[in-house]
């Protein structure tokens, strides 16, 4: 019937057979695709349309003994940059040059970040902690530019800004290398990190975890709606054994100083808790977190970074002078009550050693010889006690070694003797014995020493490692001691030893260098020291500790002021309004 | 016709309506989900449906009367298709540098889609007068002839994704017709030849360290210029099959002379309209090929949305993230997510099981077509299927394997389901006349 040859349909068959077989193929790469690699491809498109945005946790608080706020956290404003998907140079060159002019930074430098932002295809903190009027005029850019975005993080706050500066140290970035090395512990290139001081040392315990949110984002880098958060996770709070009030009324007393240059320490003589340490001049760690355009230029440059309290070694002078009274009276090698001849000066074979008063003191024993600090009488002590004994004693006082506060770049200080002459391959002569009985030649101690000293003469023999860390309490409610109370030993003397040195040092306050610190209601003891300086002016010491009238001391001061002359009156009245604050005797502090 | 004389008519093949249903459902879901974010979404919304209605009076038209007298006024209708095509070029609209529009009061419609259709019609009419010599030379090359024109005007619209689907069509019905294998490998190596060289070169000067190194690929890259090289490439291919031939001869073998003169020809002929496609490729067609050739080498660039179609696909799963709800498409990740990449949006938003009914409804409606085919009363009827079903065919193999990664990047619409009202309505009429075919079928008793 058919009009046409039927047998073409072959040929229809070969091409139904060929584009079935076609269709098999493409049936096989859609299983391949969606069913057995799914869940890589599911990965792709998540994160394709996912930015994480990264808010920074708020680190733990700092307070003082009393839960007074030294260090806290709070929101700002930060300026971030999602890459998106479009590739327009223009675009991005037209966006660095509109942030330059607001941020104040090189817009070549601005565009290399972006473009970086667009390589690692994730967002980058642009600025800062930016300050209101800024705002303003960045928020208006976001309309602009799709992928700028304004949002809000914690920030570190230093209430009182230059407070306890040095003890706190400062947050700063991380190079490139230690972030690598930090990476794992979830730092981000732009994470801040704790650099000096607490912050440094208890940088895990400040430190939180950082919050996530996860925002859908199109194409262009659009924010289109939030897809999911992990909140942050504050960090925990470090409560510390300093006290306000006298840290404060430190801080008041060094600037207010001749020098305005120095370093302190206030300990409590029962446990070794440090209640203020200063170094001036101080800084403000505010500065650092400072957008970086608002960051002075030298900041760096010129930052008082050496804490002069732990860092700081200078030679004792007669704050000295205690040591070698214990070391000749508790061997035996001389009695308090036996005097001197001092005519102003002292003559060991064919050198002369001054006495501090040209006109000389006159007749001297122990009580009078510590109340004029007069330098013949301890001249003539040391050489009774020798070297050695001198140097043992200030071994046992901690000289020479570490305190072990366990902040960064503590020195020890250098002792001075016999032993460690020799240990130098060098001799020790009579004459090192003199300058060494007024805390004077190579000895060097630092404020921290001093103070530690100074407080084992308050509680008779022991000292303390300063511990500045009371507790570290978490979030959770879970608390934590690193630091507390240690005892790194004793100095074992007899009572009668320990009543002469505390009477000594009253009679100071009372009558003698130290009148200064003298305060009605309180009894202080005290001693003062000028360190001879080769180099410029001497070194003011005052080292003090005091109790309530009839109470045991419970603060002990050690006051250097760098370079600001005679103890008596450079470094006294700042122990003195120390010790006030520390009894509230003044309101004014 | 009367119903004694083995012929049957008024039949309908509701298999082939339902399965185009089913596509045009499909597609219709993926436009309304595609479009969404689209600024002109309402715009685009009007005009799917409009081409959809259009469409379905177009296959009304198509079914309605005997199809055979598309082979009475084969003439006329090739006629027809030469002025519109003229027509465009004089008065047409431009979008996307290409020629290829003419506007009405609400839509632009793009006549080289119905111009597909025409030549379909009067090449079936071509081939089933020539049926009787077609395994004559002149049945292909007659065949080329009837199609060149068109080819030639849409090319100059430019639009060089337009002339794509004329091959498949082309090829189909020749095979299906009965031309001689050999003569299809003739112009299957020319066409070959033409698509190859381009590639090649596009290819090669991608490694210049390999041109550097090879005086034999350095002759050969400046041969893309109509130049003193391109001249000698020709004369050494004309001497090369000539000293063959001699070669042979003095061997004493069989050799037919006729196929050593088309082999010469083909070799030349396709060197020649190879430089001339390489010349014609616009650079972002180029950047295809490169995208095709080596996925990794700009994943921002134009291998970035093969990619994320493929992400787009991937991620969809077995069964999909639900309509309007594909991150890819919604997002923007995906591009052309309405028009060509559709399929995609398919993928990621009803899965595997989208994808995959896609793919066996198109499989379903080609089988109907070429059951239409097979039952058809007349060569020409026989014909039109074949060229029907191979385009169709194209149509799917190629932009599913596009989405899929598996050819290269052309701008070929998926039927039923893309975006685009000309191809829509177009597509709706051949398939009347297909179901025209069907209706008026040889009855088996």
């Known amino acids: 019937m058919a009009h046409w040859d039927r047998g073409l349909q072959d040929r229809l068959n070969l091409l139904w057979i060929a584009c079935y077989a076609g269709a098999v193929l493409l049936g096989v790469r859609l299983l391949h695709v969606q069913v057995i690699r799914n869940v890589y491809y599911a990965r792709v498109a998540e994160s394709n349309r996912t930015q994480i945005i990264h808010q920074s946790a708020p680190r733990g608080k700092i307070l003082d003994r009393r839960g007074a706020v030294i260090a806290t956290s709070q929101p700002a404003f930060s300026l971030i940059y999602l890459p998106g998907e479009t590739r327009d140079a223009t675009r991005l060159v037209g966006l660095a040059k509109s942030l330059s002019e607001e941020l104040h930074q090189d817009d070549e430098e601005i565009l290399e970040r972006l473009k970086e932002a667009h390589e690692e295809e994730a967002a980058i903190h642009l600025a800062e902690n930016i300050p209101l009027d800024a705002m303003f005029k960045l928020s208006e850019l976001k309309t602009i530019y799709p992928g700028v975005e304004l949002i809000v993080e914690a920030r570190r706050l230093y209430p009182d800004g230059a407070f306890a500066g040095h003890l706190l140290g400062y947050m700063g970035r991380m190079d490139k290398r230690s972030w690598k090395s930090l990476k794992s512990r979830g730092y981000r290139v732009d994470s801040w990190i704790g650099q000096a001081g607490l912050e440094q040392k208890f940088e895990r315990r400040l430190r939180g975890i950082d919050g996530e949110i996860r925002m859908e984002v199109d194409a262009q880098g659009h924010l289109k709606r939030k897809i999911g958060e992990t909140p942050w996770k504050p960090g925990a709070n470090l409560h510390l054994t300093i006290d306000w009030n006298i840290q404060k009324a430190l801080e008041a007393g060094l600037r207010d100083s001749p020098s305005r240059m120095g370093g302190a320490v206030v300990l409590d003589p029962r446990d070794g808790a440090i209640l203020a340490i200063v170094s001036a001049p101080d800084y403000d760690p505010n500065l650092f977190l400072l957008p970086d355009w608002k960051k002075p230029k030298d900041l760096l440059k010129n930052l008082p970074e050496f804490n002069r309290a732990i860092q700081g070694t200078y030679p004792p002078g007669s704050t000295f002078k205690m040591l070698v009274g214990a070391a000749v009276f508790n061997s035996g090698k001389a009695a308090p009550s036996e005097t001197v001849f001092c005519p102003g000066y002292f003559t060991l074979g064919r050198r002369t050693f001054k006495c501090w008063k040209k006109k000389g003191h006159g007749r001297m024993d122990w009580m009078r010889g510590i109340t004029q600090s007069c330098d013949v009488y301890f001249y003539t002590m040391g050489l009774r006690a020798k070297g050695s004994l001198i140097e043992q004693y200030s071994r046992q006082f901690g000289f020479g070694r570490k305190t072990g506060i366990g902040l960064s770049g503590e020195s020890s200080g250098n002792i001075f003797g016999p032993q460690a002459r020799a240990l130098r391959k060098r001799s020790w002569y009579e004459g090192d014995t003199v300058n060494l009985s007024i805390g004077q030649g190579e000895l060097l101690v630092t404020p921290i020493q001093m103070a530690v000293y100074v407080a084992a003469l308050a509680n008779r023999g022991t000292l303390w490692r300063p511990y500045v860390v009371s507790k570290v309490s978490y979030p959770n409610g879970s608390e934590e001691r690193p630091e507390g109370p240690h005892s790194m030993g004793r100095v074992d003397l007899s009572s009668g030893t320990w009543d002469l040195i505390q009477a000594g040092m009253r009679s100071v306050v009372t009558s003698g260098t130290g009148h200064r610190v003298d305060i009605p209601g309180i009894e202080v003891y005290g001693k003062t020291g000028t360190s001879q300086n080769p180099h410029g002016e001497d070194h003011a010491w005052f080292v003090a500790y005091a109790g309530r009238n009839g109470e045991s001391p419970t603060v002990a001061v050690s006051v250097l002021v760098q370079n600001g002359g005679h103890g008596s009156t450079a470094a006294g009245p700042v122990a003195r309004r120390v010790i006030e604050a520390a009894f509230a005797v003044r309101e004014d502090l | ?445």
């Open chain 2, 1 to 445: 016709m009367k119903s004694d004389s083995g012929f049957i008519r008024g039949r309908i093949d509701w298999a082939m309506v339902g399965a185009m249903a089913g596509l045009i459902a499909i597609g219709s879901v993926a436009i309304l989900s595609a479009a969404s974010p689209l600024p002109y979404y309402s715009s685009i919304l009007q005009k799917h449906f409009l081409a959809l209605g259009i469409g379905v009076l177009l296959f009304v038209f198509g079914l309605g009367f005997n199809y055979q007298i598309f082979q009475d006024q084969a003439k006329t209708i090739y006629g027809l298709v030469v002025i519109m095509m003229i027509a465009v070029l004089l008065i047409g609209d431009t979008q996307r540098g290409t020629k290829g529009w003419i506007r009405f009061p609400f839509f632009s419609f793009q006549p080289s889609e119905l111009a597909r259709v025409g030549t379909m019609l009067a090449l079936a009419n071509f081939l089933d007068r020539r049926g009787k010599t077609s395994h004559r030379v002149g049945y292909v090359l007659g065949a080329f002839g009837v199609v060149f024109p068109i080819l030639a005007l849409i090319l100059m619209e430019p639009d060089f994704s337009g002339t794509l689907p004329f091959f498949p069509m082309l090829l189909g019905m020749l095979f299906c017709g009965g031309a001689s294998i050999g003569h299809l490998i003739a112009m299957g190596g020319y066409a070959t030849l033409t698509l190859a060289l381009p590639l090649l070169w596009t290819m090669l000067s991608l490694r210049p360290e390999w041109i550097a190194d090879s005086i034999l690929l350095n002759g050969f890259m400046k041969i893309r210029q109509f130049d003193a090289e391109f001249m000698i490439a020709l004369a050494v291919v004309v001497a090369g099959v000539w000293g063959l031939y001699k070669l042979l001869q003095m061997l004493r073998f069989n050799v037919q002379v006729p196929a050593f003169l088309a082999a010469a020809g083909i070799l030349a002929a396709g060197l020649a309209s190879g430089v001339l496609v390489d010349h014609q490729l616009k650079g972002y067609q180029r950047n295809r090929f490169v995208a095709f050739l080596v996925p990794g080498a700009d994943p921002r660039g134009a291998a970035y949305n093969v990619q994320q179609a493929q992400v787009a696909i991937g991620s969809g799963g077995l069964w999909g993230k639900g309509v309007f709800s594909g991150t890819q498409s919604r997002l923007g990740f995906l591009p052309e997510r309405h028009t060509d990449f559709i399929y995609a949006v398919i993928g990621e938003e009803m899965g595997f099981i989208g994808t995959m009914s896609v793919l066996a409804l198109y499989m379903f409606l080609l089988w109907r077509i070429v059951n239409a085919a097979r039952v058809a009363r007349d060569r020409y009827g026989y014909l039109v299927c074949c060229g029907m079903a191979a385009t169709m065919a194209f149509y799917m193999l190629i932009n599913v394997g596009m989405c899929l990664g598996l050819v290269p990047v052309a701008g070929v619409p998926l039927p039923f389901i893309s975006y685009g009202g000309s191809n829509l309505a177009i597509t709706l009429f051949a398939m009347g006349i297909v179901g025209n075919v069907y209706s008026r079928r040889y009855a088996f008793y």
